[in-house]
């Protein structure tokens, strides 16, 4: 009997980003979610069946389904109970005026104890037309009978008196480990400005409970990923609810994509040791959620200008924030390294980086592996000197670089930690050249959305959001960008087997673009429409008529 395939698509172009030179595809034949053949349009047209949904392209490209392996998904999943205050998400928030005005309004309409509390952007102080966060006194004047506040990135918070006398943050408070409660030098009262742990003080870790199901807040944030082609996403997790909800989602069948779960295993819901205790490896799993490694940071956010930088005492405003001393970060490293884990480690700061680096090189000399891919996020978005990057390749470590941080933030990284500090900025070029794996992730969606081609166009564009060059050598290839977010990401996901390029026998994962992304300028790219993006040989996107 001849096997008809479930989906064909025809008379396309095919980019397989398989590293085989095969000859050129212009069909793809898919049969139980996998790839069952690619080929020309009369050998892939002899697969169609009775039942066969074909897919006429038009011309149009299909390419495996993009990636983006450094997303804060469910704990930055929200509902509409927050007050939008993210100018990265809507650009009408231009002053502390506007946000103050915001928040006022959610105030008229809440119950009397409800907390008010705004989302803002990371360095939103930049851009607002005053150049600073908002103050306690104006807080305490827009929302006068509510507790509230208003996060502006993961970092740092502003909030009102109300909200600190119910939380009981006082003079009296002291700063949480890793984190600071900022006083006035004179009253010695909080100013209501919380950093880093010390916000945890109001908020509760991970994500927040509204009225809408965690489950559901991440199923729709998955599908506006999916939206722009994004099949893969690796998830940095920190609560036994936001691990539930996505088990809950996959064992019911509702995962629009696939997660591969990165679980903070320090300043989390989890202990230390958790995942050591049950003997967990990356790896453990279905294909399309599963434990992708550990997480740990160790210096504070360069958003909120905690990185821990050498030689801060310069002309910026830094306050190095180490979350973690050298000897507990080897000893974690050193564990999950000897069980077996995959390792990812958040540095922004040289002082962190070479912490990193020192870590990893111990652990390994103590237990060589070839084939470990730990990872060190942030690396290679600045200071990746020469000999930073010398080290980390004979590592095998893999630098997780952020266009989307270059292309948001670029314009006030520069202001923000010192230009002497942009030695090696975005080394997107540098790493490739020295044979270091190139693949990267967002931090999306609390700062701004998931964009997979966003990030490729901003890394081959080298622009930031308002035109500004940054460091334009380092300039990568369209090509190039998609090879990081498809096959190397893969690679880097443990996944290379399955997913990453079009092949026989490969996972499903394809997405169809409106026109052939390397032949269009970056800017055109960025907004590219996506009208198709299918995980497993199911569609779980499509743009209304455009493929008909
Ligand atoms: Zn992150």
């Known amino acids: 009997m001849p096997v008809s395939a479930d989906v064909v698509f025809v008379g396309g172009k095919v980019l397989t980003m398989s590293s085989e030179k095969g000859r050129l595809a212009d069909s793809v034949a898919v049969l139980n979610g996998r790839i069952l053949a690619v080929g020309a349009r009369h050998e892939i047209e002899e697969l169609k069946g009775r039942t066969t ?19 804060h998904l469910a704990s930055g999943a929200r509902d509409q109970s927050f007050v939008e205050c993210r100018d990265f998400y809507d650009p009408s928030v231009v ?11 959610r105030a008229k309409t809440a119950q009397p104890g409800q907390w008010v509390v705004g989302v803002g952007s990371p360095m939103q102080a930049f851009r607002l037309a005053e150049r600073r966060l908002p103050t306690k006194q104006e807080l305490d ?25 119910e939380k009981h943050v006082t003079s009296d408070t002291p700063d949480p480990a890793g984190g600071l409660v900022e006083k006035d030098p004179t009253t010695g009262e909080p100013t209501g400005v919380l950093r880093e742990r010390a916000q945890y003080l109001l908020k509760s870790k991970g994500a927040p409970s509204g009225r809408i199901p965690l489950r559901d807040l991440i199923k729709h944030h998955l599908e506006l990923a999916a939206r722009r082609g994004v099949t893969t996403i690796h998830d940095i997790v920190v609560s036994p609810v936001e691990m539930t909800a996505y088990q809950d989602l996959a064992s019911s069948g509702e995962l629009p994509i696939r997660v591969r779960l990165l679980i903070r295993v320090i300043e989390a819901e989890f202990s230390m040791d958790s995942l050591l205790d049950l003997g967990l490896r990356h790896g453990f799993g279905s294909d399309m959620l599963r434990i992708g490694g550990v997480k740990l940071s160790i210096d504070g956010g360069f958003t909120a200008r905690q990185g ?4 801060l005492d310069d002309e910026t405003d830094n306050h190095a924030l180490i979350r973690i001393d050298q000897a507990e970060l080897d000893d974690v490293i050193s564990r999950y390294h000897g069980a077996g884990m995959r390792i990812c480690v958040h540095v922004v700061g040289d002082m962190a980086i070479d912490m ?16 470990h891919r730990h990872r060190v996020e942030h690396l290679g978005n600045w200071l990746f000197t020469p000999e930073r ?21 670029g314009d006030m990284a520069f202001e923000a930690i010192g230009s002497r500090r942009m030695e090696g900025a975005f080394a997107l070029r540098s790493m490739l050249d020295a044979g270091i794996p190139v693949s990267f992730g967002s931090d999306a969606p609390g700062y701004w959305p998931v964009d997979v081609l966003r990030d490729i166009a901003a890394a081959a564009g080298r622009k930031t959001f308002i035109g500004t060059p940054v460091a334009p050598e380092e300039l990568i290839s369209v090509g190039e960008g998609l090879r990081a977010q498809t096959a190397t990401a893969a690679w880097v996901g ?8 079009i092949a026989h ?44």
């Not at 990193?356 to 084939?371: Q, S, V």
Request: with cysteine; proline share 6%; hydrophobic share 50%.
């Open 494 to 501: 443990f996944d290379e087997a399955s997913l990453g390029s």
């Open 95 to 105: 002053s502390v005026g506007v946000i103050l005005s915001r928040l006022s309004g």
């Open 389 to 409: 990057r010398e080290r980390t390749a004979r590592l095998g470590l893999l630098p997780i670089a952020n266009p989307a941080v270059m292309y948001f933030l």
């Open 356 to 371: 990193a680096l020192d870590a990893f090189e111990t652990a390994l000399a103590r237990r060589p592996r070839t084939d």
């Open 141 to 165: 004047a827009a929302v006068p009978t509510n507790p509230a506040y208003v996060t502006f990135g993961a970092h740092v918070l502003v909030a009102n008196s109300l909200a600190l006398r």
């Open 53 to 71: 949904r074909v897919i006429d392209l038009q011309g149009r490209t299909l390419m495996p389904g993009l990636a983006d392996i450094h997303v």
């Open 308 to 311: 821990a930088f050498h030689g």
């Open 505 to 548: 026998g490969k996972l499903a994962d394809l997405i169809v673009l409106d026109a052939d992304p390397l032949r269009v300028p970056w800017d055109v790219l960025m907004d590219m429409p996506v009208l198709l993006t299918m995980v497993g040989g199911r569609v779980v996107y499509e743009c209304a008529g455009a493929l008909d």
